[in-house]
C-alpha cells in the first residue's frame, strides 16, 4: 500500500496512506488514546469507536478519501485519521481530522490540512468546506492560514478553502445547502495542533 511522508514546520515526519475497512481496529484503538474533549471536538459528541458500517462509508473511494496517520516510530499504530468526503452537487469535499492527544500540539495537523487541501485539487474537487464552532480559535487560525473564509451558518462557522482546482477562487456561495453535514469539524479546537 503506498504512503506519503508530510512534514510538520518543525520537521517532524508523519506517514499518510489511504485507508481500508481493514484499518477499523487500529482507527479504534486511536479513539481510544484520545481524551473525551478532543472525541468530543471531533463529533459534537462523546464517541470512543466507529462502527463498521459507518467507517466502510468513510473508506468507500466513491465518496472520497480518507486517510490514516502513523508517527515516525509507530508504522502500526494510528496517529489520526482524516476524510476527504464529496459534497453532493457543490464541487466540495467536507474536511475532517482526529489526532490522538499525544501528536497534538506539533505541527501535524496544520502539515495534514494543507496536504488534504492538495489531493482536493487533485481529486478535481474545487475546496474544501469545514465546519467549526465560533469559539474554535485555533481551527479559525489554521483554516485563514490555508486561505479560508468563514461563513456564520446556524450557530456554526463554515469554512471554505480553494483547492486550485479549477484555477479560480472558490465563493462560499458554491456551499449553500450543506448544513446537514456540520458535525465533521463541528468543534477541533483540540484536533488542530500547531494553529
Same mark, same amino acid.
Given at each position: @500500500?503506498?504512503?506519503?511522508?508530510?512534514?510538520?514546520?518543525?520537521? &517532524?515526519?508523519?506517514?499518510?496512506? =489511504? /485507508?481500508?475497512?481493514?484499518?477499523?481496529?487500529?482507527? %479504534?484503538? @486511536?479513539? *481510544?488514546?484520545?481524551?473525551?474533549?478532543?472525541?468530543?471536538?471531533?463529533?459534537?459528541?462523546?464517541?470512543? =469507536?466507529? !462502527?463498521?458500517?459507518?467507517?466502510?462509508? @468513510?473508506?468507500?473511494? /466513491?465518496?472520497?478519501?480518507?486517510?490514516? +496517520?502513523? *508517527?515516525?516510530?509507530?508504522?502500526?499504530?494510528?496517529?489520526?485519521? /482524516?476524510? !476527504?468526503?464529496?459534497?453532493?452537487?457543490?464541487? @466540495?469535499?467536507?474536511?475532517? +481530522?482526529?489526532?490522538?492527544?499525544?501528536?497534538? %500540539?506539533?505541527?501535524? *495537523?496544520?502539515? !495534514?490540512? #494543507?496536504?488534504? &487541501?492538495?489531493?482536493?485539487?487533485?481529486?478535481?474537487?474545487?475546496?474544501?468546506?469545514?465546519?467549526? /464552532?465560533?469559539?474554535?480559535?485555533?481551527?479559525?487560525? !489554521? +483554516?485563514?492560514?490555508?486561505?479560508?473564509?468563514?461563513?456564520?451558518?446556524?450557530?456554526?462557522?463554515?469554512?471554505?478553502?480553494?483547492?486550485?482546482?479549477?484555477?479560480? =477562487?472558490? #465563493?462560499?456561495? =458554491?456551499?449553500? *445547502?450543506?448544513?446537514?453535514?456540520?458535525?465533521?469539524?463541528?468543534?477541533?479546537?483540540?484536533?488542530?495542533?500547531?494553529?
Amino acid at each position: @500500500m503506498s504512503s506519503r511522508i508530510i512534514r510538520t514546520a518543525s520537521g &517532524v515526519p508523519v506517514v499518510v496512506r =489511504a /485507508a481500508t475497512a481493514d484499518d477499523l481496529t487500529a482507527v %479504534n484503538e @486511536m479513539h *481510544g488514546r484520545c481524551s473525551p474533549r478532543t472525541l468530543i471536538s471531533r463529533y459534537a459528541a462523546g464517541r470512543g =469507536a466507529l !462502527l463498521d458500517r459507518e467507517w466502510r462509508r @468513510m473508506v468507500d473511494p /466513491a465518496r472520497g478519501r480518507t486517510f490514516v +496517520l502513523a *508517527g515516525p516510530d509507530e508504522r502500526d499504530a494510528v496517529i489520526g485519521f /482524516a476524510t !476527504l468526503l464529496r459534497v453532493t452537487a457543490t464541487g @466540495m469535499a467536507e474536511v475532517s +481530522l482526529l489526532l490522538r492527544d499525544d501528536w497534538q %500540539n506539533a505541527g501535524v *495537523g496544520r502539515a !495534514l490540512a #494543507r496536504y488534504l &487541501v492538495g489531493v482536493a485539487g487533485q481529486l478535481r474537487f474545487a475546496g474544501v468546506v469545514a465546519w467549526i /464552532a465560533p469559539d474554535n480559535v485555533r481551527a479559525r487560525k !489554521l +483554516l485563514r492560514g490555508l486561505g479560508g473564509a468563514p461563513e456564520l451558518a446556524d450557530g456554526e462557522v463554515r469554512w471554505v478553502v480553494a483547492s486550485g482546482y479549477p484555477q479560480r =477562487a472558490v #465563493r462560499s456561495s =458554491a456551499v449553500v *445547502g450543506t448544513a446537514t453535514l456540520r458535525a465533521s469539524w463541528a468543534s477541533a479546537a483540540s484536533c488542530m495542533p500547531g494553529s
